[in-house]
């Protein structure tokens, strides 16, 4: 599974407001320094999310972004979902229907099963707020390393 750069952003800004969840929105133009790309961009890959009901917005001077439920009740396949539409490594693994005339007699199909259901498990149980520890375990060995 290659995942695009919608998804790859999508997701860090995710994690960027999940850090922030509790301290208010975050702008589009912060958002979108953190993440390295356009306002405008960003606002798509925002407007994706939103229609999920992943992220709620609030207009104005003190407005922006923010997630609509805390960041351990949001996990990374559901942001995903959202921004990719499918999470599928094949068409033949597909949950909402098989496009493949030969699944049935495919010998490598069990294997793309498995795989498949191994990368919805870890997608499925990974949290926003996962993502958020991990980044800032990260961050500090980045920091140790360079103190060194």
């Not at 606002?43 to 003190?62: F, N």
């Not at 805390?70 to 597909?94: F, K, Q």
């Not at 991990?134 to 980045?142: A, G, I, P, S």
Request: hydrophobic letters at 35%.
């Amino acid at each position: 599974m290659k995942l695009s750069t919608k998804a790859r952003y999508g997701l860090k800004a995710m994690v960027d407001l999940s850090m922030n969840f509790g301290g208010g929105h975050m702008s589009t133009a912060n958002l979108a320094q953190q993440q390295g790309i356009s306002e405008s961009y960003l606002e798509q890959l925002i407007a994706s999310l939103k229609k999920a009901g992943l992220v709620t917005s609030v207009r104005g001077a003190q407005g922006g972004y923010s997630l609509s439920r805390p960041p351990d009740e949001i996990n990374v396949g559901e942001v995903l979902r959202a921004l990719e539409g499918s999470t599928d490594v094949m068409n033949c693994v597909s949950s909402t229907s098989v496009i493949c005339s030969n699944a049935c007699s495919c010998s490598a199909r069990p294997l793309w099963l498995k795989l498949q259901q191994r990368i919805d498990e870890v997608l499925d149980t990974t949290t926003l707020a996962d993502m958020a520890v991990d980044y800032k375990t990260q961050l500090n060995r980045f920091d140790k390393a360079e103190e060194e």
